[in-house]
C-alpha cells in the first residue's frame, strides 16, 4: 500500500521533516519527505495500512513546534524505494 500525504501549516523549520522520517522510519515504512515551495510539507509513504493509518494520524499532529492546518492523503502509484528505506528529499 502507498499514500501520498501534503501536509500544510506551519510545517517547515520547526523539525517536521526528520520528526517525520524518524516516525516512519520506527512504523517500518519506506518512502521520502520533503518540502515544498509553498510551505508544505509532501511524503510518500510505503508500508502496511496499519503503519500507514498510524503515520497519518501522526501527521495531523506533528512535532511540538509544528502547527498543521491540513493534511490531505491521496493514493499512490509511486513504487517504493529501491533500498526499502526512508529518505529525506531536497526541497522542490
Known sequence: MAK?????????GVGYRASFAQVATTLGLAGWVRN????????CVHGDN???????????????AAR???????QSDEPAPDDGKFHILSSV
Open 36 to 43: 515544498r515551495r509553498d510551505g508544505s510539507v509532501e511524503a
Open 68 to 74: 498543521v492546518s491540513a493534511v490531505i492523503v491521496a
Open 4 to 12: 501520498q500525504l501534503i501536509v500544510s501549516g506551519m510545517v517547515q
Open 50 to 64: 496499519a503503519a500507514i493509518h498510524a503515520i497519518v494520524d501522526w501527521a495531523k499532529r506533528g512535532p511540538p
